[in-house]
């Protein structure tokens, strides 16, 4: 019979010890779901299967509500819920989830506009792609920044390739270079498809020359806008933008290349109004402008019905945010120089042609000055 | 009808005055701010020829010729566009330049001592709700009768009306006559304190239809892209008279510390809740302290719930300590959104070397709880 020795009460003691010991391990572990990858090089490529049960983003719920025939305003309202839960996980977990959707290569169109919000994210998304991209600037910039290079690559949508840029542009050690950005700005505006559809994303897309603030970004720009495209407004307007941000560029290109924007006198005269006299390389831009031959009366007068303009479009953009580009110490110093400038042009023969409209300017910046004046005062 | 004389200096008349450009003549109000006035832009801005002169604003009745001497020369004026609008142009006839066919002029000089009625953010949706409505302006010839308006200021008469949707903010009826030069009054309304508040601006009319461009949250840029020219804080621009305003403080209980050299999120949530459901961020104040012996180690986000969000800081300063931000106004980036839910602090050290302990975060929000109306967007 054999015979048994029961164990020593301390070895019982380790024993029991171990046992709750792990136990408490399982329960408390830190959890992992299969489908999760450790880093954006393990994300599957388009055409890897995707399991869309596994997606655990409530993405197959999306799709069969779009397929079910929901109203574009159902279909916006469960986009905006989604985009304020998936925001609420794991930032690195949704990023990736988001990469295989991306490229799985699925997608829906929602019949809903694309329309930019706050912060350049979107409230209205024409397409399940397009709102995939822009949760996917919510979460993790890394991923963020590989998927976009990919959907910039090999996409023929304008939508997306616009908010697929706003991975490029964010704040270092993000931010592409500026000749991968001037690269981006010229590939749009050679996509003639686009521009003959009046796509919304082209147009948000022209937000890009501002963000990215360079004189070559402005040049590219004004030469397409010379060119007389079909969708020539938003180029307009976005050179406005710049040129009420960077005037000095601006202007030191147009000063550099005085044929450029010669096809829109009146827009050129809009821009150049945009100078800040203050700085002495502008205004002397400006008495160049004013002395050349080249340049019509009609544009001179036009260019001193707005000088110095200070106004300016605002709302959502895409990239560089809503634009707010004057100060009121700047607007300020800005007249006084202006008011100086134009009684050296007074005092100009070849300029006697233009004295009534440079009177009409004389009072206005006189009653700006005594108005600024008074708001100084206590 | 004509305004009796001894009503121009009451509510809501006070706030009427003529737009006077260079080519004609329309109508506006203050509002928001003695040195603010709205209008239709396209009492100032044309399509084709684009930017115009600032306009003049004249208070009160005048004869044949307005009086100069009442005359307050604003110095500049904002439009609300997005490039997106732009692309809808083509094909919507006139509708989509009135959904757009707004401004707001501003003086350094107040335009009156009164105090401004307020916006009505959530204008457009009670428009197309039966409300006791009525508009004023400055027609030079009535539309019904064919008489002349003269400068004086006139109104419709009081008639509960709702409005049917056309195109994006653009609203019309077909109970109402002005006339040309009434373009840019106010549409008035009474919220439930009796306090006049404007939903809208007149943008259109024939005979026997009027159209009216609606306010929605959007107008909140309006004020994010002027108040470095009136150095007010935005969330103090919204008059105090009729406005009540919740508040609260949340912080973060105890510090964290960030994982070294790794770059992935740490997300510190701030739960925020009990603010009414349908109220609207009207400011959001940040106080954050990060310990570090390097900040350039860092990428700071702090994300909305929605998923709106701020870079707040990225791998700045070499050599520096501390991140602190004491105080941060947020309020333009996030004025307008819902309050409820997580706010979320983003936060990475991508350098490895230096340990960085979040010890503050704490973020003060106010809700402007007046906005009490369902949400309703164009």
């Known amino acids: 019979m054999p015979t048994t020795r029961p164990l020593p009460k301390s070895l019982k003691w380790l024993l029991g010890a171990v046992v709750v010991i792990g136990i408490t391990w399982l329960l408390i572990r830190p959890r992992k779901s299969p489908d999760l990858v450790d ?64 490229r799985s290569a699925e997608d829906r169109e929602t019949g809903l506009p694309f329309e930019t919000g706050h912060g350049g994210g979107l409230r209205s998304w024409p397409s399940l792609r397009v709102f995939l991209l822009d949760v996917l600037m919510s979460t993790d910039p890394d991923v963020a920044v590989e998927v976009a290079r990919e959907v910039l690559a090999g996409t023929d949508s304008a939508e997306e390739y616009a908010v697929a840029m706003r991975a490029l542009v964010m704040e270092q050690p993000w931010r592409a270079g500026d000749d991968e950005l001037h690269a981006h700005l010229a590939n749009l505006l050679a996509k003639n498809d ?48 710049f040129a009420a941000e960077y005037p000095d560029k601006m202007s030191a290109r147009i000063e550099a290349d005085p044929s450029l924007l010669a096809s829109d006198p009146g827009l050129r005269a809009g821009l150049m109004a945009r100078i800040d006299p203050v700085d002495s390389k502008q205004l002397g831009v400006l008495e ?86 008074a708001a100084d005062k206590p | 009808m004509p305004v009796d004389p001894a009503d121009l200096t009451t509510d809501p008349y006070v706030h009427n005055g003529l737009v006077l450009t260079d080519a004609g003549r329309g109508s506006g109000f203050v509002a928001e701010d003695q040195h603010l006035f709205f209008s239709a832009a396209h009492v100032v801005y044309d399509e084709t020829t684009g930017w115009g002169a600032p306009p003049v604003f004249i208070q009160g009745n005048h004869g044949d010729v307005p009086d100069e ?53 959530r204008g457009y949706a009670d428009l197309r709700r039966d409300n006791l409505t009525f508009i004023t302006g400055y027609p030079a010839e009535i539309n019904y009768t064919g008489e002349s308006g003269g400068n004086f200021l006139h109104t419709t008469a009081p008639e509960f009306i709702r409005f049917d949707g056309g195109f994006g903010n653009y609203v019309t009826t077909t109970h109402l006559s002005t006339g040309p030069g009434n373009s840019g009054g106010p549409v008035w309304r009474q919220d439930r304190r009796g306090n006049w508040e404007a939903v809208g601006v007149l943008v259109s009319g024939l005979t026997a239809e009027t ?110 300590s501390d991140l602190v931000f004491t105080n941060k106004d947020l309020s333009s980036e ?45």
Request: proline fraction near 7%; charge should be neutral.
């Open chain 1, 39 to 102: 880093s954006p090089r393990d994300i599957p490529v388009r055409g890897e299967r995707v399991s869309r049960n596994s997606s655990g983003l409530g993405w197959e719920g999306l799709v069969a509500m779009i397929d079910q025939g929901a109203s574009p305003e159902e279909i916006r309202q469960r986009l905006a819920d989604t985009k304020t839960k998936w925001c609420e996980e794991d930032p690195r977990v949704v990023a990736e989830r988001i990469a295989i959707l991306l």
């Open chain 1, 194 to 241: 686009w521009q003959e559809e009046r796509s919304e994303g082209f147009a948000e897309a022209m937000d890009l020359v501002r963000e990215i603030g360079t004189a070559q970004a402005f040049q590219s720009l004004a030469e397409w806008v010379d060119g007389s495209p079909p969708f020539k407004e938003v180029g307009a307007m976005s050179l406005h933008e």
């Open chain 2, 334 to 378: 996030f004025a307008g959104l819902t309050p409820n839910g997580n706010w979320q602090l983003y936060i990475q050290d991508r350098i490895k070397g230096d340990r960085a302990t979040v010890s503050q975060f704490e973020l003060e929000i106010s809700v402007d709880a007046n906005n009490t109306t369902t949400p309703e967007e164009p």
């Open chain 2, 69 to 121: 001497k009442a005359a307050i020369q604003s110095r500049g004026y904002f439009r609300l566009n997005s490039y997106a609008r732009l692309a809808e142009d083509f094909g919507m006839e006139w509708k989509a330049t009135y959904s757009k066919d707004v401004l707001m002029g501003f003086a350094f000089e107040a335009f009156y001592s009164a105090t401004p009625p307020k916006i009505n953010m």
């Open chain 2, 211 to 320: 159209g009216v461009y609606g306010f929605t949250r959007d107008a909140r840029q309006f004020l994010n892209a002027v108040k470095p020219l009136l150095r007010v804080p935005m969330w103090r621009m919204r008059p105090a008279r009729g406005t009540s305003f919740s508040n609260g403080f949340y912080s973060m209980p105890r510090p964290r510390r960030i994982p070294d050299g790794r770059p992935s999120w740490t997300r510190i949530p701030l739960r925020v809740a009990y603010f009414p459901n349908d109220g609207e961020v009207s400011k959001v104040v940040l106080n954050l302290k990060v310990d570090t012996d390097d900040r350039s180690d860092l990428v700071v986000r702090l994300i909305a719930p929605g998923g709106t969000y701020v870079e707040l800081f990225s791998l700045e300063d070499p050599g520096q």
């Open chain 1, 288 to 373: 160049s402008y004013l002395s050349r031959g080249q340049v019509s009366l009609a544009e001179k007068r036009d260019f001193l019905r707005l000088f110095p303009l200070r106004s300016a479009t605002t709302g959502f953009r895409l990239y560089a945010g809503t634009p707010a580009p004057y100060d009121l110490d700047q607007v300020k110093a800005s007249d006084l120089a202006a008011a100086s400038a134009v009684e050296a042009w007074l005092a100009r023969a070849d300029l006697h042609p233009l004295n009534p409209e440079l009177l009409a300017l004389q009072k206005r910046l006189d009653r700006w000055r005594k108005q600024a004046e």
